[in-house]
Structure formats: structure tokens, C-alpha cells
């Protein structure tokens, strides 16, 4: 009880702290006054150049509840089941700095600068309710450029660009105190990378209230290809560097499909997003023991993954901006684990209920 208790009172500071911080930001700018795609200069809010329900790393904040696949890596308790309850809170935000238009606001460009925390915490298990992973990414700012054509099902497409983003992931310290003591050749690996991001959308979303299709395809590169997606630091007390060889497959690629119905009166609309990703999976094994054989790595190799999202989302009448969309459903992911080290675990599947603040 005390672990959902500081879980959901972290939950709520962080939003509030991002409410009243972009709150006064518009208050600043009289937000209110003009519609979200004609506001310019610095600080204004763009109704584009945000991330989708079904988007695997959201600037959001995003709270969930899911049945998932269990694994001997990160049973704490060693409960031996094959699937349990765990929780899932992102934490993030997609902070406006600068926007523009011209030509008859036809064209625009949306800068934005975005950061997540994103914790998986097993706060079912009774004893200490233990973190497992967390991840970070922080990046520049993100340039989105948009041009409306309004022609038929077409109604305008963007181009989105982050020169340099970072993620790194940490393992819940229990766990890897856990790990040690069990004798584990690899008690943490380092998932650290840099990398690049480039986005492609048809149709973005900006007019929330009205029925829409929108389609996404989206590219990461890492800048450092000879690193890899993550390594095995010996000095630090990590476990041995030869039971996991990164290997060169530099890119992630996605493909992600929105539908939001029209919006009713009460401000009630249907959401279903999905994305297909296709994204390495992590070439060691975190049950190998330190027994000082000499055992290879295991291989890395690709696969795609599914996320999915269905539920309905609530507007906010006459105002559109930031916290107008409050959105709940159901949300399913099969895969590789998406979660830090644990991306070397396949055949991951979760689904649960998902509240999302946007």
C-alpha cells in the first residue's frame, strides 16, 4: 500500500508541476484568445509534432495497470508464474519553444523540446514493491514542419526532425543487489545510446474534435554505430564484457495508424492508434551463471514488435492546448521486453489499462 501510495503521489506532482508551469506560459501569452494554429513566437502552444497513443516512447504522461509476461530476470520474488501484474507510469513532456506560420498559415514550424522518465515498477509484489527499470531521454529541441494542403483525404503532412536524442536505462537497485548475490554473469548492462530521429506524418491531428486518420513513419539512427545500443562496463562491477557483444544493426523503424472519431458534444470521442516497430533484439543472457565457462554470447537479432491502443478520450470544451485531452482504454504490446537490459527477452506480451494525460 505505501509503495501505490508514493507511486500515484509522484504521479500527480509531476503533472501538476507540468500543468502549472505551461499554464502560466499561456497565461503569459493569452492562450486563450486565439485558436492553437494561429498563436506565434516563443513559448506558444502548436497542435502538432506530438506523439500518438500507440507511441512506444511518449512525451506524455501516461499511467498503467497490465497483465504481463513474467521472466526469471526480473521475478523478484520468484514467484514462477508465466504472466503477472506490474505498473507502468511515463513521465514526460513535450515543452513548446518557438512556433510560426505563413503563406495563409498553409505552412508551419513547430519547435519543441522533449524529455520522459519512464518507470516499470512491481509494486505488487508485497515485500518492498521494487522498481525494475527505469529509462531516460532528454533531447535538443525538435523542429516539425507542417504544410496544410486541405486536399480531400489529405489535409496536410509534417516532417519532424530531433538531431540528437539520448536514452539511458537503470535496473532497480533490489534487483541487481538480487542479481550479485545469485551469481549472474551479467548483473547490469549499460543500454546508453545517442542517436538521431526523423518523422514523417499524413494527416496530423491538429483539429481534435473532428474524425481523422493519421499515418506516421519513423526512422532512428544511432550516431555512434560501433557502440551499439548498449555494453558491459567490467570495472564498475557489471559482470563479464564476453557474455554480450553488440552487434551493428544501427536503426529502429516504425510505422504507427490513428483513428479518432468525431468528437461528441459532451467531448467524448473514440481513439485506436497502433505501431508496428521493427528494432533489435539485445544479444546476451541475463540467466547466464558465473561459473567461468566459456559460454558465446548470445546472437542479436530483428523483430517487429506491436502496440497497440483503443479506448476513448475526453476534450475539454473551448479550450485548445495543453491537459485538453484526457484519454482511457485499453493498451496490448507484443514483442521484445521494450523495457532498459530486459530488451534481450522476446516473445514479451502485456496488455492492461492505460490513462493518458496530453
Known amino acids: 500500500m505505501i509503495g501505490w501510495a508514493l507511486f500515484f ?9 507540468r500543468k502549472i508551469f505551461l499554464c502560466a506560459i499561456l497565461l503569459i501569452q ?11 513566437g516563443f513559448f506558444t502552444y502548436a ?18 495497470v497490465a497483465w504481463g509476461s513474467n521472466h526469471p530476470a526480473y521475478d523478484f520474488a520468484g514467484t514462477g508464474k508465466n504472466h503477472r501484474w506490474t505498473t507502468q507510469g511515463c513521465f514526460g513532456v513535450n515543452l513548446p519553444v518557438w512556433q510560426g506560420g505563413w503563406a495563409e498559415q498553409r505552412f508551419g514550424l513547430n519547435i519543441t523540446w ?9 509494486l505488487f509484489e508485497p515485500e518492498t514493491a521494487p522498481v525494475i527499470d527505469t529509462d531516460y531521454r532528454i533531447a535538443l529541441p525538435t523542429a516539425t514542419f507542417l504544410h496544410r494542403t486541405d486536399r480531400g483525404f489529405l489535409r496536410n503532412y509534417s516532417v519532424a526532425w530531433t538531431p540528437f536524442k539520448h536514452e539511458s ?49 519513423g526512422l532512428m539512427l544511432l550516431l555512434s554505430p560501433k557502440d551499439g545500443w548498449y555494453s558491459v562496463k567490467e570495472a564498475s562491477g557489471d559482470g563479464q564484457s564476453a557474455c554480450a557483444h553488440p552487434r551493428l544493426s544501427p536503426w529502429e523503424a516504425w510505422l504507427q495508424y490513428q483513428y479518432q ?54 476534450n475539454l470544451p473551448g479550450y485548445d492546448g495543453y ?36
Open 30 to 40: 493569452g492562450a486563450g484568445s486565439v485558436s492553437a494554429s494561429d498563436r506565434h
Open 169 to 217: 536505462t537503470h535496473i532497480g537497485d533490489e534487483l541487481q543487489i538480487q542479481r550479485t548475490e545469485a551469481g549472474y554473469a551479467l548483473r547490469r548492462v549499460n543500454v546508453s545510446y545517442n542517436y538521431t530521429e526523423l518523422a514523417v506524418t499524413l494527416n496530423e491531428p491538429e483539429d481534435r474534435m473532428r474524425q481523422q486518420h493519421t499515418f506516421r513513419l
Open 261 to 314: 472519431s468525431p468528437s461528441a458534444r459532451c467531448g467524448i470521442q473514440g481513439i485506436a492508434s497502433l505501431e508496428v516497430r521493427n528494432r533489435a533484439v539485445y544479444g546476451y543472457d541475463l540467466l547466464q551463471k558465473n561459473d567461468g565457462g566459456e559460454t558465446p554470447p548470445a546472437t542479436e537479432y530483428r523483430r517487429f514488435t506491436y502496440h497497440l491502443f483503443v479506448g476513448m478520450r475526453y
Open 47 to 64: 497542435p502538432y509534432g506530438h506523439p500518438l497513443y500507440a507511441d512506444l516512447h511518449p512525451n506524455c504522461v501516461r499511467l498503467d
Open 9 to 17: 503521489i509522484f504521479t500527480l506532482a509531476m503533472h501538476s508541476f
Open 114 to 122: 522533449a524529455m520522459s522518465a519512464q518507470l516499470w515498477l512491481d
Open 323 to 358: 491537459f485538453s485531452r484526457y484519454a482511457i482504454g485499453l493498451r496490448a504490446y507484443y514483442g521484445n521486453c521494450p523495457y532498459g537490459q530486459f530488451r534481450s527477452i522476446d516473445a514479451y506480451s502485456q496488455v492492461g489499462i492505460s490513462m493518458i494525460f496530453q
